[in-house]
């Protein structure tokens, strides 16, 4: 959801307008997160999925 409340991002420490990101529970508080900071982390989730032979992604041919 968007937030209502400015902030700062937890995951690039800047400052977060009202609208701007989103927001959620954490150990028994709220943190904001840009929208733009989430895309990007989910990019880069998706890549290391597809990575990793381990969680299930790509495997070497050895």
């Not at 959801?1 to 800047?14: A, H, I, T, V």
């Not at 989103?22 to 840009?34: D, K, S």
Request: net charge positive; hydrophobic share 20%; with cysteine.
């Amino acid at each position: 959801m968007r937030n209502k409340y400015e902030g700062f991002c937890y995951r690039c420490g800047k400052k977060v307008g009202v609208r701007e990101g989103h927001f959620e529970r954490f150990q028994g508080g709220w943190r904001l997160q840009h929208a733009t900071c989430a895309i990007e982390h989910r990019k880069l989730r998706e890549n290391n999925k597809k990575r990793s032979p381990d969680k299930g992604g790509e495997q070497d041919a050895r």
